[in-house]
């Protein structure tokens, strides 16, 4: 056999796609973090691409790598929750570049790994044990929201895993856009329940609109985005990982949020 034709040992390259935002602290803010995947595995291939908005542009991200003469990707979707980008968008760039082998791997929600970030980042802001066990605290995980229903089934589970990790806290799911509750009717909801000491959680990756929209409203703390936390860059590399080991079909997807 040939050296051209002999099977790359090379792992596949690992494409982190965020949405795209036109804060500019977003795209500063996921470069962080994809240095500390590279950190966690040195040598791996990793790159950054986005949806829209941001450059590099996921398509632009492909196309160069594909004239590098790379033949393998894996796309990890740094978004939480199975909706319509990680359905349509990426698999549309990806058969768009016929020439790599790519496989979709989950969205980074729900997963242990997340609630540990998101757990973390209410720390930071002042959530203590003692928060935990008052029957006046709760919490509301703001997202930025989908049509889809089981994006926002996977956002819902991320607030269940959250409030378990929180001993037991009410967390209420709520959104940014075109998917409800929204985060005021949330906090609504949950003050008539007799909730009134209610943090805001962070259910973003970066800074931008909607994770600043939503933190606005928050009556009391409000965590900032996942950002470079350690939780998350393992969790990039737990998805990358479970999809290389997946059977492998064209343009494969595992989306399977266990």
Known sequence: ?????????????LIAVGHGS?????????ALLLD???ELRPG???????IE???????????????????????????????????????????????????????????????????????EAGWTPADSASRSAAVVLAAAGSRDAESTADIRRTAALLGERLG??????????????????????????GRHRIAVASCFTAPGLFASRTAAHAPWIAAAPLGAHPALARLVLHRYDRSRTAPHTAHHRELASA
């Open 168 to 193: 037991g806290v009410p967390v209420v799911a709520a959104y940014a856009s075109a998917a409800t509750p929204t985060v005021p009717e949330a906090l609504r909801a949950l003050a008539a329940r």
């Open 44 to 50: 791996l291939d990793v790159r950054l691409a986005h």
């Open 53 to 123: 908005l941001n450059a590099p542009l996921l398509d632009d991200t492909l196309a160069g790598l594909t004239r590098e003469g790379g033949r393998d990707a894996v796309l990890v979707p740094l978004l939480f929750g199975r909706g319509y980008h990680v359905k349509h968008d990426l698999p549309a760039a990806a058969a768009a570049a016929p020439a790599l082998r790519t496989r979709i791997a989950a969205p980074l929600g729900p997963h242990p790994l997340l609630v540990e970030a998101l757990a973390d980042r209410l720390a």
């Open 1 to 13: 056999m040939s050296p051209s034709m002999r099977p790359s040992t090379r792992p596949p390259t």
């Open 22 to 30: 036109r804060d500019p602290r977003a795209r500063a803010t996921l």
């Open 36 to 38: 500390r995947v590279r």
